[in-house]
């Protein structure tokens, strides 16, 4: 299954409602794991329900995956929604019992980035999910930070750093 496609079918049910947006996200990131996408990757996709910027970043062993998407409805020049999301691949069930993300941002608390925790199994591929949306203002505080750590029970998580030129190339994608 090509990664255009997928971007598409993430494009329309990101139309269809925030629920959808999970089940969207997942099949992005299965896709892009069992694909081996490496590094991150800037999309601009167009659909008849509107367009988006994203970055897709698959998790990777050991470390987090990070996906942001800024999503534009039909004849609008500035986006109508941002979503976050970051995805840990694995066979155990790491985060079951932590149901929200504490952000830092260079060492200091983050406003709070409201995130809902989700899990999917696809075949040999297991992906524990948080997902929020998120304003402009708070993507550019992540964007423009040297460090970003997420606290998730006991276990800190930093976001790699090709993945916050990630969240910069989507910001400088939608100026608008």
């Not at 406003?111 to 989700?118: E, F, G, L, N, R």
Request: charged share 20%; glycine share 6%.
């Amino acid at each position: 299954m090509s990664r255009f496609f997928v971007a598409c079918a993430l494009a329309q049910c990101l139309h269809k409602g925030y629920r959808l947006i999970y089940r969207a996200l997942y099949l992005v990131l299965a896709c892009a794991t069992a694909t081996s996408l490496v590094a991150g990757e800037l999309r601009h996709e167009q659909t008849e329900d509107g367009s988006h910027v994203a970055w897709y970043s698959p998790p990777k062993p050991g470390e987090a995956g990070l996906t942001a998407i800024a999503r534009y409805e039909p004849d609008r020049q500035r986006p109508s929604l941002y979503i976050l999301q970051l995805s840990f691949a694995g066979g155990a069930h790491r985060f079951a019992d932590c149901k929200r993300a504490f952000w830092r941002v260079d060492g200091q608390p983050a406003p709070q980035i409201a995130t809902h925790y989700s899990q999917r199994t696809t075949g040999a591929v297991h992906l524990e999910l948080f997902t929020g949306q998120l304003s402009r203002e708070q993507l550019q505080r992540l964007a423009s930070a040297t460090t970003v750590e997420v606290q998730l029970c006991t276990e800190k998580v930093a976001v790699a750093a090709d993945d916050l030129n990630g969240l910069k190339q989507v910001l400088a994608a939608t100026r608008g």
